[in-house]
Every structure is written in structure tokens, then in C-alpha cells.
């Protein structure tokens, strides 16, 4: 019955291309295999980053739906849309029809906020691999999260923005007023702002569905900015950043992380130039697991991991070596499951792994500790090509 269930990885899988997963997955998981439930947005505007995700996903299944030693890994993929509503859902039916020992998504806080409080009550693990705003891991005891908080990372681009261009004074903020990512990060970046000893104008709001910026944009210019500092999910941020170029802006652009996806590029495309953004994974980190997991990417994309990607991998590499653990004190299969669920996430808790991402640990209370962050520049190429440029 087990592998009769569609474990297809559908329609936004099928556009980028990675036609084998369906094909793939057919077949039925491995012998002792521990169901792994992913929550990745794949329809609805965080698709752009659930692509990303997903991407990363297939790169994650090479590695570990089979592994030579330890716990093999049945992956469960369920659409967890763009908001709260199907994010439950999704949750819902990793939990309750597919029984995983673990949740790795969803891909927004806003979801999150939403989606973790019903894998807390039912005692299963969420490692949140793309939510960055303050509280996450405070949403429950079961709740971990490997994405480095706003706290620690948007501050990277403000004192990288001042680098550039050290007469910088006025800074205007813009964030989305809607969305818990967004709301968050403005707080982080207005402090930054302030510490820096920048003046700061001017803050606006708008809402994650907003796609003509005239009037604010018009309102922000009168501010006479150095700096705009865009909190925004990709396809709003991506059209507040052409329309700022389109009405006459000359001066920086720092985007919070919703600009961490090539995804942005198609919106904003040649007007993308310069955005400045800070990052969690460098596709140049020098290590012996990012080269593998950098090179297996590019041989089947064709193109270096970004951030959202390099993030599920080292997610589902967390959950397979704290399962590894688990099992060498006594057979996964052995333990009932919720005590199975327990014993990961006790494991999840008190390891380090050496990710794509770097080391990685966790505190007790679920935060990711990670050690080496980035700034980048986003260039944009003639063809329309983009890239994520570090600063040094
Ligand atoms: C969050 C984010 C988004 C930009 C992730 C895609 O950081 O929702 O927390």
C-alpha cells in the first residue's frame, strides 16, 4: 500500500526539468526506510522559493533516499502553498496519513506561525530550513530551525551597504506588512540602521500582493535616500526594485532574504544590478561536503546551488545523521513512534553536522548556531543572466 501512494514531486518538479523524480520514486522505499515529510511551497508566490527548495530536494534524495550505511529515507513531499491554510493541510497529511518521524518546511514564518503549533501538539520534529523571523523556535519544544534568524544575518547588509558607500545618511525601509518574515526583518534592519548611526527617514508598509509602487515609491524619493532597504518576498520585492530603478532611484538597494533566489531575476531582470543581499551559504565555502554537494548540483542543473537549496539539503542531512544515531543505540524501527520522534529530535538537538552550509549546531531551545555568513551583489548580465557576486 506504502508504495502505491503518489510520491510524484508534480508540476513545478516537471518545469525544472527533473523529470526522473517521478520515476524514482515509483519504486518502494528501501527496507527500514524512516519517512521524512517535506512542506515545500510548490504553487502560489513562495513557489519561487520552493523551486529553489525542491532543487535542492532532488540533490537530497540522491545522497540519502538509499544511503550505503545507515537509515535509508522515504521521502514525503506534500504542496504546503503559499499560506497558512495549506500549510496545515500539509502538515496535516505528513502527520496523520503519511505518519513521519519528521517535518522539514514550510517554506514561509508566515506559514510557520500557522503549520508548527499542530506538529508540536501531535510531538512530531519541524526543522524549519527557510523561516528567519523571530519566535520560530520558541513556537515549541519539537521546533528546530537551521535558517540562520534576520537577527543574525541582516545586519551583514547594512554594514556591507556602508562599505560601499561610506557618505550613505538617509535610509528609507520598506517591508510588507502582511507577512511575518517581513514584519520581522524590518525590526533587525531598523535597528541596524540606527546602530550604524544612519538616519532613518522614512519606514513604509505595503502588502505582499501590492504590485504597483508608484505612490510609495514616490513618497520615498522625496526622502532624497542613499539607501532603501526592501523587506519583501520575491515577486513583490522583485517589482519594488524595477519600479524604484523605473521612477529614477540611483542609490543602493539592500534586500532582506526574500531576494535570495534567482527567482527575482526574471522580475526586475537588468534593473536587479546591484541589489545587495546577505546570505547564509556561499557556493565557493571550501569544503569537502559543499564541493560534493555543489558539484552534484551543477551536474544536474547546470547552474551553482543558491541559498534556499543548499539550506533543504543540510536539513535533510541533519534529520538522516540524527537518525543514524539514534539507530546505533537501538534500531529506529524497534522504537514505537513517538518515542521514535523523540529520540530524533533529541538527537536532532545535540549533534554538529558539517553541512554545505558550514557547521552547524543547535541550543536546546531549537536556534541554529552557524559561524560564517555572507554578502553578495546580484549582477546582472547583458543576456538577462544573473549572479549572486560576493563582497568581500
Ligand atoms: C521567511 C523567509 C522567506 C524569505 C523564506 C522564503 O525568510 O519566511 O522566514
Same mark, same amino acid.
Given at each position: 500500500?506504502?508504495?502505491?501512494?503518489?510520491?510524484?514531486?508534480?508540476?513545478?518538479?516537471?518545469?525544472?526539468?527533473?523529470?526522473?523524480?517521478?520515476?524514482e520514486?515509483?519504486?518502494?522505499?528501501?527496507?527500514?526506510?524512516?519517512?521524512?515529510?517535506?512542506?515545500?511551497?510548490?504553487?502560489?508566490?513562495?513557489?519561487?522559493?520552493?523551486?529553489?527548495?525542491?532543487?535542492?530536494?532532488?540533490?537530497?534524495?540522491?545522497?540519502?533516499?538509499?544511503?550505503?550505511?545507515?537509515?535509508?529515507?522515504?521521502?514525503r513531499?506534500?504542496?504546503?502553498?503559499?499560506?497558512?491554510?495549506?500549510?496545515?493541510?500539509? =502538515? @496535516?497529511? +505528513? !502527520?496523520?496519513?503519511?505518519?513521519?518521524?519528521?517535518?522539514?518546511?514550510?517554506? %514561509? #514564518?508566515?506559514? *510557520?506561525?500557522?503549520?508548527?503549533?499542530?506538529?508540536?501538539?501531535?510531538?512530531?520534529?519541524?526543522?524549519?530550513?527557510?523561516?528567519?523571523?523571530?519566535?520560530?523556535?520558541?513556537?515549541?519544544?519539537?521546533?528546530?530551525?537551521?535558517?540562520?534568524?534576520?537577527?543574525?544575518?541582516?545586519?551583514?547588509?547594512?554594514?556591507?551597504?556602508?562599505?560601499?558607500?561610506?557618505?550613505?545618511?538617509?535610509?528609507?525601509?520598506?517591508?510588507?506588512?502582511?507577512?511575518?518574515?517581513?514584519?520581522?526583518?524590518?525590526?533587525v534592519?531598523?535597528?541596524?540602521?540606527?546602530?550604524?548611526?544612519?538616519?532613518?527617514?522614512?519606514?513604509?508598509?505595503?502588502?505582499?500582493?501590492?504590485?504597483? =509602487? @508608484?505612490? +510609495? !515609491?514616490?513618497?520615498?524619493?522625496?526622502?532624497?535616500?542613499?539607501?532603501?532597504? %526592501? #523587506?519583501?518576498? *520575491?515577486?513583490?520585492?522583485?517589482n519594488?526594485?524595477?519600479?524604484l530603478?523605473?521612477?529614477?532611484?540611483?542609490?543602493?538597494?539592500?534586500?532582506?532574504?526574500?531576494?535570495?533566489?534567482?527567482?527575482?531575476?526574471?522580475?526586475?531582470?537588468?534593473?536587479?544590478?546591484?541589489?545587495?543581499?546577505?546570505?547564509?551559504?556561499?557556493?565557493?565555502?571550501?569544503s569537502?561536503?559543499?564541493?560534493d554537494?555543489?558539484?552534484?548540483?551543477?551536474?544536474?542543473?547546470?547552474?551553482?546551488p543558491?541559498?534556499?537549496?543548499?539550506?533543504?539539503?543540510?536539513?535533510?542531512?541533519?534529520?538522516?545523521?540524527?537518525?543514524?544515531?539514534?539507530?546505533?543505540?537501538?534500531?529506529?524501527?524497534?522504537?514505537?513512534?513517538?518515542?521514535?520522534?523523540?529520540?530524533l529530535?533529541?538527537?536532532?538537538?545535540?549533534?554538529?553536522?558539517?553541512?554545505?552550509?558550514?557547521?552547524?549546531?543547535?541550543?536546546?531551545?531549537?536556534?541554529?548556531?552557524?559561524?560564517?555568513?555572507?554578502?553578495?551583489?546580484?549582477?546582472?548580465?547583458?543576456?538577462?543572466?544573473?549572479?549572486?557576486?560576493?563582497?568581500?
Open positions: 500500500f506504502q508504495a502505491a501512494l503518489p510520491r510524484c514531486f508534480g508540476l513545478a518538479a516537471l518545469a525544472l526539468g527533473l523529470a526522473t523524480a517521478c520515476q520514486s515509483s519504486a518502494p522505499p528501501a527496507a527500514g526506510s524512516q519517512p521524512l515529510g517535506l512542506a515545500i511551497a510548490q504553487t502560489g508566490n513562495a513557489s519561487l522559493f520552493g523551486q529553489e527548495q525542491l532543487a535542492g530536494l532532488q540533490i537530497a534524495k540522491a545522497v540519502f533516499e538509499r544511503p550505503a550505511t545507515g537509515v535509508p529515507i522515504d521521502f513531499l506534500q504542496d504546503s502553498g503559499s499560506d497558512e491554510a495549506s500549510a496545515i493541510n500539509a =502538515f @496535516q497529511t +505528513l !502527520i496523520n496519513v503519511n505518519e513521519v518521524v519528521a517535518i522539514i518546511g514550510p517554506t %514561509l #514564518s508566515q506559514q *510557520a506561525f500557522g503549520a508548527d503549533p499542530i506538529a508540536e501538539r501531535a510531538g512530531v520534529p519541524v526543522l524549519a530550513a527557510s523561516n528567519t523571523a523571530k519566535g520560530i523556535p520558541e513556537l515549541g519544544q519539537f521546533i528546530v530551525r537551521l535558517s540562520a534568524p534576520a537577527a543574525v544575518v541582516a545586519p551583514q547588509a547594512i554594514a556591507a551597504a556602508r562599505k560601499l558607500n561610506p557618505q550613505a545618511q538617509r535610509v528609507v525601509v520598506v517591508y510588507a506588512q502582511d507577512d511575518a518574515y517581513s514584519r520581522s526583518e524590518t525590526e534592519f531598523q535597528k541596524a540602521v540606527k546602530d550604524a548611526g544612519l538616519n532613518l527617514t522614512l519606514v513604509q508598509r505595503y502588502q505582499v500582493s501590492d504590485s504597483d =509602487f @508608484q505612490g +510609495l !515609491i514616490s513618497q520615498a524619493l522625496q526622502q532624497k535616500p542613499d539607501i532603501i532597504v %526592501l #523587506s519583501s518576498l *520575491a515577486a513583490d520585492g522583485g519594488l526594485v524595477r519600479q530603478r523605473e521612477l529614477g532611484y540611483g542609490g543602493l538597494i539592500v534586500g532582506g532574504n526574500g531576494f535570495n533566489t534567482p527567482n527575482v531575476f526574471p522580475v526586475c531582470q537588468q534593473r536587479c544590478d546591484g541589489i545587495i543581499v546577505a546570505q547564509t551559504y556561499s557556493p565557493n565555502f571550501d569537502p561536503v559543499n564541493k554537494f555543489r558539484q552534484r548540483y551543477e551536474a544536474q542543473f547546470g547552474k551553482q543558491s541559498q534556499f537549496s543548499a539550506q533543504i539539503f543540510s536539513a535533510v542531512q541533519v534529520i538522516a545523521e540524527s537518525l543514524n544515531r539514534v539507530n546505533q543505540k537501538q534500531p529506529v524501527v524497534d522504537l514505537p513512534l513517538p518515542e521514535r520522534r523523540k529520540a529530535l533529541q538527537a536532532m538537538l545535540t549533534g554538529t553536522y558539517d553541512t554545505p552550509l558550514g557547521r552547524l549546531s543547535f541550543t536546546p531551545g531549537g536556534e541554529v548556531n552557524q559561524e560564517q555568513f555572507y554578502v553578495a551583489r546580484i549582477r546582472m548580465k547583458p543576456d538577462g543572466q544573473g549572479d549572486f557576486e560576493l563582497l568581500p
